[in-house]
């Protein structure tokens, strides 16, 4: 008995101490997975309220960063200087590559004017996160302190590349540094390389650029470096400086994309190309609704143009750089049909920037084989640029007004 009995108490003991380590174990992962629930739990609000993750995980080495780096951000007293900087090395004994913890480290030694102590913490940062849109900003305006232009721009690309906040923020900056030779070279290079963000950009700099000569340097150098300017750029730079007067300037940018193409007289004549995005200096058609034009490959290339009951308008236009003196206007239209009224379409010359008309030169009726038109008039001294406009009036019944032209020149 005292053997089954010790047999019994050994069983029962090991049984005990098996239960006993089970439950130890069990405790153990209980505890872990309470311990790993608090960090996650700490990660999630971190970023959102680093005061009640800090509850759930006093030493979560996230919060404390992120703490660390609102604090100084929102204050800069010496109190918060000294709260920021004890949060962030905490933190930053934690986990060394905390990012909100160096950058909030690199912000204190910053303000206390310690500037190589900052810009050794705020490379770290940068090395430890290319995503960290502050530390970019930081590291741009040091390169600019130091006069660093190419390492100014190399922290706009990877900022650029890699936050969503950056185009709102650094466009407009770097719009503004576009007035002058000095940028034009540095960035024409890093535009060259076609970054992602190279279109955006140039698009932006040509609706709200204002040096419109530094405008058309940098597309130009870009070009020549073997960088893409889309055409949309092209025509949006040179809408702008028509629209302000500047036509040189507008030519210039557009020859430089173009060349060999005549600036005196029309170009495209004959209609044998559409742009997709056409410059001022292109064959311009209209979108409006009821008031079409379309080049078409027939008569050796004609534009096709409709218009119907209360559409009239501008079908087509174009801008030209006549000199002073007499010119003439010619060209061929075909089936023209005046749609129940008496006016018909014309080719209308009028003096960029203002109203006054050169010529209004009527289409002349015509059947498929062709009607030759031509008009005589002269360009005065101060009209440096003319539009040559086609005129379709409204149809005043159910049939359009329509027709086709081709072959017009200005000579």
């Excluded at 992120?66 to 900087?85: F, L, Y």
């Excluded at 289409?363 to 030759?372: D, M, N």
Aim: positive net charge; contains cysteine; proline residues 6%.
């Amino acid at each position: 008995m005292a053997g089954s009995s010790g047999a019994g108490s050994s069983g029962a003991g090991f049984m005990g101490r098996g239960l006993i380590a089970r439950v130890l174990l069990l405790a153990g992962l209980a505890a872990l997975l309470v311990f790993a629930a608090r960090v996650t739990a700490g990660n999630v609000f971190a970023g959102r309220d680093p005061d009640f993750a800090l509850r759930l995980s006093p030493g979560n080495a996230r919060a404390l960063g992120e703490k660390a780096r609102k604090r100084i951000q929102t204050e800069q007293s010496p109190a918060a200087r000294a709260e920021a900087m004890a949060l962030a090395a905490r933190a930053l004994a934690r986990d060394p590559g905390n990012v909100d913890a160096v950058v909030a480290a690199g912000l204190v030694k910053d303000l206390a004017r310690r500037p190589a102590e900052a810009a050794r913490l705020m490379r770290y940062s940068g090395k430890l996160s290319r995503r960290d849109f502050a530390t970019r900003i930081w590291l741009i305006e040091d390169a600019v302190r130091r006069n660093d232009v190419e390492g100014a721009l190399h922290h706009y690309d990877v900022a650029l590349r890699t936050s969503r906040l950056a185009p709102s923020v650094l466009f407009p900056v770097l719009v503004q540094a576009v007035t002058g030779d000095d940028m034009i070279a540095p960035l024409s290079t890093t535009l060259a390389r076609r970054p992602v963000w190279s279109y955006q950009f140039m698009q932006q700099l040509a609706q709200t650029g204002t040096d419109y000569r530094a405008m058309a340097a940098l597309y130009e150098a870009v070009r020549r470096k073997g960088g893409l300017v889309p055409e949309p750029t092209i025509a949006a730079a040179t809408a702008r400086m028509v629209e302000a007067g500047a036509f040189g300037q507008a030519w210039s940018l557009y020859a430089g994309f173009n060349p060999g193409t005549p600036r005196a007289g029309v170009r495209n004549g004959d209609f044998a190309r559409t742009e997709e995005a056409p410059t001022p200096f292109d064959w311009n058609l209209s979108q409006l609704p009821g008031l079409a034009a379309e080049p078409l490959g027939d008569n050796g290339g004609t534009l096709r143009f409709e218009a119907t009951s209360g559409a009239g308008g501008v079908a087509a236009r174009q801008l030209l750089l006549l000199a002073p003196g007499a010119h003439e206007l010619s060209g061929t239209a075909y089936d023209v049909v005046l749609g129940g009224g008496g006016v018909s379409p014309s080719f209308r010359l009028v003096c960029a920037g203002g109203a006054r008309v050169l010529s209004d030169a009527p289409l002349p009726s015509a059947a498929s084989t062709g009607a030759a038109f031509r008009a005589r008039f002269s360009v005065p001294s101060g009209c440096p640029a003319q539009w040559l406009e086609l005129h379709v009036p409204s149809a005043e019944g159910p049939t359009p007004v329509s027709g086709s032209v081709g072959r017009v020149a200005v000579r």
